[in-house]
Structure formats: C-alpha cells, structure tokens
C-alpha cells in the first residue's frame, strides 16, 4: 500500500490500537494490516476488524506456516504453529520412503499436505474433509496434481487408494466438549465447531481415524496424529487394542503431541 514502514508512526498507532484491544503480536500484525491494504480506506476497515476480534488470517487471506504462505479465508480453521511438529515429522518420515504416498485427513487447508508436497515434490498427495469452504483454499495450497475429496473422515476416500498410503499424518478435531472455556475468543467465533470439537474427551475422530486406517496403509506404512499431552495414553490405548505400534513425540511446547502409530 506505501502507507509507510512498520517503524514510521502510522504503523505505532495501529499498533497501539491492536494492543489496546488485546493482540500481543501488536507490531508484527499492524505491519501485516498495512501491507495487505490496498488503500487507505481499507486500512481502516482491517484495523476496525482486527480490533473487534476477527482473526487477523482470514482477514488478510494468508497465515504463515513454516517457510509457507497458505491461503486462508473467513469460516475455516487457521493452521496453529504447533502443527509444524507434525509437519516437520511427516517431511522426515517421507524423505525417507519410497515412492510415497501422503494422505491428510480432516486436512481443513492442508498445512501438512503442503507442506510435504514442497519439500517433496515426488511425493502423491492426497486430502480430504467433511467441509467444502477449507477445501477450497486447500486447492490453492497444493500443486495441482494432489486429489482432493469432498466427505467424513475417511469415508469417500477412491477405493483404488487402499493399501498405497505410505503415511497418514492429521490434526482431526480434538477439543474435549467441555473445554469451550479454554478456547480462545476470537476462534470460538470465528471458526466452525466441527473443526475445532470432537466429543466428551475429544477423541471421537481420533479413534475412527486409527480404527479405519489400516486398510488403507501400506504395510510399511504409518499414522501420525496430533493431540494434546492429556489424550496420548488413552488414544494410544485404543490404537494398541486395534494391533497399531504406538510412539510417542512431545513438541517443545510441553502441550502438543504426536501419535505415532506402525503397524503392530
């Protein structure tokens, strides 16, 4: 927009607006909201948006993961930055395959898609969601030979990719019901509950993914699930009554970790 560096005054006013109303990346955001406006009518639009509580991703149409820039838009979940530990891992475990081929259920916008697909452009990408709305940036975020379907979990999967996936990496909803109060504000209005809720413990779709995924991994294929530290045992449990191997890996958050599941 040219409305000025995020040194110069204009960006310090914005900024002092943003952490009047609560942002604690005040600077870092007004220097996103000046960017992204075309003008300066539009500028004040954002920054009366931001301050009301909208997230600032879909308000600008991007958030960054890692080295990405994923599209993003009102209405879908917003790729967290914990997520990367999932990404990071299943980048690792695909360098290491052969002939890989990735699949990312509940994907919203395909973070971990994406970002395998960059870092391995070899790889065959395949996602799915229940929710037409994120699957539309999905496209935009992945090359155009990855499959994107349309359906719950795994159910509209193409049977033709049964026993090919070499790994199946996924942030499935996983918000226990009663804990609405620990969710922030601006997500609980902004973003569609089926994507951040997922029964009393939060492991409805956890346990539907590690129950129907064997038949569809290769079988030196693996799972790789994120969930938060207080779910591990009890969704490691039902993988190990289903014949899964289960590991475990903790971010350095202390909160978030992955199920790492092989075949038993």
């Known amino acids: 927009m040219g409305t000025g560096s995020p040194s110069s005054g204009r960006a310090r006013a914005i ?29 004040a639009s954002l920054v009366a948006r931001r301050v009301a509580g909208e997230p600032i991703e879909p308000l600008v149409g991007w958030v960054r993961f890692g080295p990405l820039r994923l599209e993003v838009g009102p209405g879908v ?3 967290r930055q914990r997520s990367l530990l999932l990404a990071r891992a299943a980048v690792r475990v695909v360098r290491a395959q052969d002939e890989p081929v990735v699949l990312e259920p509940f994907c919203g916008v395909a973070p971990i898609a994406a970002t395998v697909a960059a870092a391995v452009p070899t790889a065959e990408i395949h996602v799915t969601d229940v929710d037409a709305t994120p699957l539309r940036f999905a496209r935009r975020n992945l090359p155009s030979g990855a499959q994107v379907y349309q359906g719950a979990g795994l159910a509209h999967l193409p049977m033709a990719l049964r026993g090919r996936v070499s790994l199946a990496a996924s942030v499935p909803p996983y918000v226990p019901d009663g804990d609405r109060h620990l969710v922030p504000r601006e997500a609980l209005e902004h973003e569609p509950p089926a994507a951040l809720f ?15 995924l064997a038949g569809w991994l ?20 039902h993988a190990r009554a289903q014949g ?10 202390g909160q978030t970790v992955l199920l790492d599941l092989r075949a038993g």
């Not at 009047?20 to 600077?27: P, Y």
């Not at 294929?221 to 779910?231: D, K, P, T, V």
């Open 15 to 43: 900024a002092d607006r943003l952490r009047a109303a609560g942002s604690v990346f005040a600077e870092e955001e007004a220097a996103i909201l000046l960017d992204a406006a075309r003008d300066d009518a539009e500028l």
């Open 198 to 212: 997922a029964g009393a413990d939060g492991l409805d779709h956890v346990r539907d993914l590690v129950t129907g």
């Open 244 to 253: 899964w191997r289960a590991s475990r890996r903790t971010g350095s958050d």
């Open 77 to 79: 979940f917003v790729p």
């Open 218 to 237: 290769r079988p030196d294929g693996r799972a790789i699930i994120e969930l938060h530290r207080s779910q591990w045992s009890a969704a490691a449990e």
